[in-house]
């Protein structure tokens, strides 16, 4: 786990799996330079994170007071609808116990995954700023040893829009 901060000082962590760590190092650490990004203190970025279980489920057909009965009684930490999607979160010990809840009240998850989420992330309202925070991103997920890029930020939908 690589821990860097992108342009503006937003936190990154970058998850890699490889069987080279200098080769994997080295191009973590290319990436960023060339993206105006630098490496951080180990554990500086990543005690702004949390380990968390996320499991969305679509919402049609599903009743929510129903759905918050069962991944509550499961463990779940939190549940709220995101647009047409229910939004659920678990602590990093309880998601498989949720997960085979949910499997058992007949329920499919659209998505669901260990992750890792920003507890307070910061809000990027400038055109600008996100493009080159994107820009990081994409080139590191481009990498072949890196598993996973975490951010610690929320881009306006108005500047995604205007992205696109």
Do not use: H, W
């Not at 990154?12 to 080769?23: E, G, S």
């Not at 973590?28 to 702004?48: D, F, H, P, Y």
């Not at 499961?74 to 809840?101: I, K, N, P």
């Amino acid at each position: 786990m690589y821990e860097a901060y992108a342009p503006g000082g937003i936190g990154i962590l970058v998850q890699a799996l490889t069987d080279n760590k200098n080769r994997a190092a080295s191009e973590i650490k290319n990436a960023l330079t060339k993206n105006g990004a630098s490496l951080a203190q180990q554990g500086a970025v990543s005690r702004s994170f949390q380990r968390k279980g996320q499991i969305y489920i679509d919402a049609a057909g599903v009743d929510e007071d129903t759905l918050m009965n069962i991944v509550l009684e499961a463990g779940a930490e939190d549940m709220q609808r995101d647009g047409d999607q229910f939004e659920v979160l678990t602590a990093f010990t309880d998601y498989s116990a949720v997960c085979e809840e949910i499997s058992k009240a007949g329920l499919t998850a659209a998505s669901s995954e260990l992750t890792m989420l920003p507890d307070l992330p910061t809000d990027i309202k400038d055109k600008e700023q996100a493009q080159k925070v994107m820009k990081l991103i994409d080139a590191l997920d481009e990498l072949d040893d890196v598993q996973n890029v975490y951010g610690a930020f929320e881009i306006d939908d108005a500047i995604l829009a205007e992205m696109e």
